[in-house]
C-alpha cells in the first residue's frame, strides 16, 4: 500500500522534532504536526526561558557580592518588562531554527492540531494523511488538582509571560519546577513561599542532598512550608489572593503559582480509535522500542513517563530512528542520566542516591562527602557552601553516585557522568590530577 507518509510525527518537541528530521535526512517520507509552538514545552515554557530567568535572578547576589571585590555599584534597578520582552524575542528566534532545520531535512510541517483517525490516518485541520507509522511525542502539561479557589492559580506556563512580578508569591509543589521558581522569584527581589504537602521536596534525590539545598534555599531567603496543604483561594479586592491553608493559617499574595507535576498531553488526540493503551495517570504504555499496543504508532518523550528531560527525549528519537529506517529495533540504556536542579545554588546529580545504593549494594560501600565554603565567598561575604558527595561500591571501587550543590554544579556533573558512563572507578578520580583552585577538584581529592 502506498502512504502519504512513512512517518507522521504528532508533537514538534525536542523528541518529535530529532526523530522527524533524522529519519526524513535517511530516506523517509516524514510529516509532523504542531497545534502550539515548535520546539516543544522545553524551548517555549520549560528548560531554555527558566534558564534564562534563573541567571537574570542570580545577578542580585553577583551585585552584592561585588562589593568585596572593590566594585562600587550604585542601586540596582530590575526592569521585569525587559527580561520578559528579550526572552520572548530569543525564544521567537529558536522557533525558527526549529522551522529551519524541519525544512532543511525535507520534513513537511503541518500547523494544526492532529487527530488521529485511525492506525494508519491522521487528520489535521480537516485534511486527512494516511501515514505507515505515526509517532507520538506530545510531552505533557501541568496538572493542578481541583479545590476552592483553583481556577485563580497560574503554572509554569504563565509565569513566563507575567505583566507585571508580584511583590508576595506562594508557588505549591515539591518537584523541580517549584523548587527552581521559587529561587527565581526570590532572587527578583519577591517576596517568595514555597509550599509542599511532603516534610522535604525533591523526593527521590539523594536525602542528604535534600537536606542541604532546603538549608541553602533558606539561606537565600525563600520561605519554605513543609507538610502544608492549601484548603482554598479566596480571590480579595485588591487584585491579590487569600491562601488558606490546612493548618489553620493563611496568607496574603499577589499571586497563587501550582507547580503540581505534568500529565501526559493526550486530550483529544484520538487513542480511542487504536488499540493504544494508556496508564491511569494517561501515560502511553510502550515497549522497549517504543512501540504502542497498536503496532504503526509509536511513542517517545514525557509522553511515555520514562525519565522526562529533555535529552532522554533527543536519545529515544534516535534509537527510534534506527528501528524505523534500519529495521534494528534499538532501546536506550536509562542508567546514570545526569540531571540538575537549577536552584540556587545549583545541584546536580549522576547514578543513584545513597538510599539506592545501599538497597542494592548493602554495606559494600563507601560514601565520601566533602562541604566548604567556595573561594568566591571569602571576598564576597556570602554564606553559601559547597556540597559534593560520591558513593562508591567497596569491593569493585566502581563510582554509582555523585551529587553536587554549588555553582556550575551541572557543568561539573555532565563532565563526571562520562566518566561514570565509561565505568570510572574511585582510583581513576584518585588518579586524576585537580585544576587548581577549582570547586570541581575536590571530587579528585576526596578521600
Known amino acids: 500500500m502506498s502512504y502519504d507518509y512513512d512517518l507522521f510525527v504528532i508533537g514538534a518537541g525536542s523528541g518529535g522534532v530529532r526523530t522527524a528530521r533524522m529519519c526524513s535526512q535517511q530516506g523517509l517520507r516524514v510529516g509532523i504536526a504542531e497545534y502550539q509552538y515548535l520546539g516543544g514545552t522545553c524551548v517555549n515554557v520549560g528548560c531554555v526561558p527558566k534558564k534564562l530567568f534563573v541567571y537574570a535572578s542570580a545577578f542580585s547576589e553577583e551585585f552584592e557580592a561585588a562589593k568585596g571585590f572593590g566594585w562600587e555599584l550604585g542601586p540596582a534597578h530590575f526592569d521585569w518588562n525587559k527580561l520578559r520582552d528579550n526572552k520572548n524575542q530569543e525564544i521567537q528566534r529558536l522557533n525558527g531554527i526549529y522551522g529551519n532545520l524541519l525544512d532543511g531535512a525535507g520534513v513537511e510541517l503541518h500547523e494544526g492540531r492532529a487527530t488521529i483517525v485511525d492506525p494508519h490516518n491522521v487528520e489535521v485541520n480537516g485534511q486527512q494523511f494516511s501515514c505507515k507509522n505515526i509517532l507520538i511525542a506530545t510531552g505533557g502539561t501541568p496538572f493542578v488538582p481541583e479545590f476552592p479557589g483553583s481556577d485563580l492559580v497560574i503554572t509554569s506556563n504563565e509565569a513566563f509571560f507575567l505583566?507585571?512580578?508580584?511583590?508576595?508569591?506562594?508557588?505549591?509543589?515539591?518537584?523541580?519546577?517549584?523548587?527552581?521558581?521559587?529561587?527565581?522569584?526570590?532572587?527578583?527581589g519577591v517576596e517568595t513561599h514555597l509550599v509542599y504537602r511532603g516534610p522535604l521536596f525533591l523526593r527521590g534525590f539523594d536525602q542528604e542532598l535534600r537536606e542541604v539545598i532546603k538549608e541553602e534555599v533558606e539561606n537565600q531567603g525563600v520561605n519554605l512550608h513543609f507538610s502544608t496543604e492549601i484548603k482554598n483561594i479566596e480571590a480579595l479586592q485588591?487584585?491579590?489572593?487569600?491562601?488558606?491553608?490546612?493548618?489553620?493559617?493563611?496568607?496574603?499574595?499577589?499571586?497563587?503559582?501550582y507547580a503540581t507535576g505534568r500529565k501526559p498531553n493526550i486530550a483529544g488526540l484520538g487513542l480511542e480509535n487504536t488499540q493504544v493503551e494508556t496508564k491511569s495517570n494517561g501515560v502511553v504504555v510502550v515497549d522497549d522500542y517504543f512501540q504502542t499496543a497498536e503496532p504503526s504508532i509509536y511513542a517517545l518523550g514525557d509522553v511515555i513517563g520514562r525519565v522526562e528531560l529533555t535529552p532522554v527525549a533527543i536519545t529515544e528519537g534516535m534509537a527510534l530512528t534506527k528501528t524505523l529506517v534500519e529495521g534494528i529495533s534499538t532501546s536506550i540504556d536509562y542508567s546514570n542520566i545526569p540531571t540538575a536542579v537549577f536552584c540556587q545554588p545549583n545541584s546536580a546529580s549522576v547514578g543513584l542516591t545513597e538510599e539506592q545504593a545501599r538497597e542494592q549494594y548493602g554495606d559494600d560501600l563507601k560514601v565520601f562527602r566533602s562541604r566548604f565554603r567556595p573561594m568566591k565567598e571569602t571576598l564576597g561575604g556570602g554564606a553559601g557552601k559547597v556540597f559534593m558527595k560520591m558513593i562508591v561500591v567497596e569491593s569493585t571501587d566502581i563510582v554509582v553516585g555523585c551529587h553536587m550543590v554549588g555553582e556550575h554544579a551541572g557543568e561539573i556533573i555532565q563532565g563526571i557522568a562520562v566518566a561514570m558512563k565509561a565505568g570510572a572507578k574511585k582510583a581513576d578520580f584518585d588518579a586524576t590530577i585537580g585544576i587548581h583552585p577549582t570547586a570541581a577538584e575536590e571530587f579528585v581529592t576526596m578521600r
Do not use: H, W
Open 163 to 188: 505583566e507585571e512580578l508580584p511583590k508576595r508569591i506562594v508557588i505549591v509543589g515539591g518537584g523541580y519546577i517549584a523548587v527552581e521558581f521559587a529561587g527565581i522569584f526570590n532572587g527578583l
Open 238 to 257: 485588591d487584585d491579590t489572593y487569600k491562601v488558606q491553608f490546612n493548618n489553620g493559617s493563611s496568607l496574603e499574595a499577589g499571586l497563587v503559582m
